[in-house]
């Protein structure tokens, strides 16, 4: 958030009153993706009383020029030590740097396993070509989105579908409900939906692509790590 322009969030913080917020579906969360979700719906209440605020507490704080959403790690009297769910230490903040914390969290609707993920997919691809009726060419490209995420999804093995390959990349999962959700919509930002639709396909395909190497690369490390300490 810019300190520069008006927050919502902000300003009812500032007025005394609490924020209801839902976490968009395929929205960043960056450093906070391992304690925050998609689809959560968080209310964020201001600080009455910093004694208010306890270890562990979703806070949100002013950190150098933004205003970030982390967590409480340690406090010691009027200081906090921020942190992120990934295991960074930002650093300590005063108690006037904390405008609020998180009081209450909504889970959302369980997401569907990744074969019916598929399945869904599929269908929403199915549905948008009857309407649309393209090239046969472009119908082609989009039904190979479904067959490669077939494929890498038994690639990658369902064991791993839910891991992050490395903190800073999304799951398996994560890509495939951000695609299906956005395919069920069926709502495009470009007057030519079905080559909205493979492109956004074609990158969920690449990111598995990306996320099985990564998991390969990380498999030969550990391997040969083993056999150097043999």
């Not at 906070?32 to 949100?60: C, N, W, Y």
């Not at 395919?183 to 930002?189: H, L």
Request: hydrophobic residues 35%; aromatic residues 10%.
């Amino acid at each position: 958030m810019s300190k520069h322009r008006k927050d919502p969030l902000l300003e009812a913080l500032k007025e005394g009153k609490s924020y209801t917020w839902t976490v968009p579906d395929g929205g960043n969360l960056a450093s906070m993706r391992k304690a925050i979700k998609h689809g959560q719906t968080l209310t964020i209440s201001p600080i009455g009383d910093p004694k208010e605020i306890q270890v562990g507490d979703f806070v949100l704080v002013k950190w150098h020029q933004s205003d970030i959403f982390h967590i409480v790690g340690e406090i010691q009297g009027d200081q906090y030590l921020i942190v992120n769910s990934l295991g960074k230490v930002n650093g300590w903040v005063p108690a006037k740097d904390i405008f609020g914390r998180v009081t209450k969290i909504v889970e959302p609707e369980p997401r569907p396993s990744v074969p019916v993920m598929l399945d869904r997919l599929d269908a929403a691809y199915d549905h948008l070509l009857k309407l649309e009726q393209p090239a046969d060419d472009e119908t082609q490209r989009l039904l190979t989105v479904i067959d490669d995420l077939y494929w890498y999804a038994d690639r990658i093995g369902a064991a791993r579908w839910y891991e992050m390959p490395e903190s800073n990349k999304w799951s398996f999962e994560q890509n495939l409900w951000r695609l299906t959700k956005q395919a069920e919509k069926g709502a495009a930002p470009v007057p030519d939906r079905i080559r909205y639709f493979i492109d956004c396909g074609k990158e969920c395909v690449g990111l598995a692509s990306e996320i099985l190497a990564l998991f390969e690369y990380r498999d030969l490390e550990q391997k040969s790590d083993a056999e150097e300490s043999e």
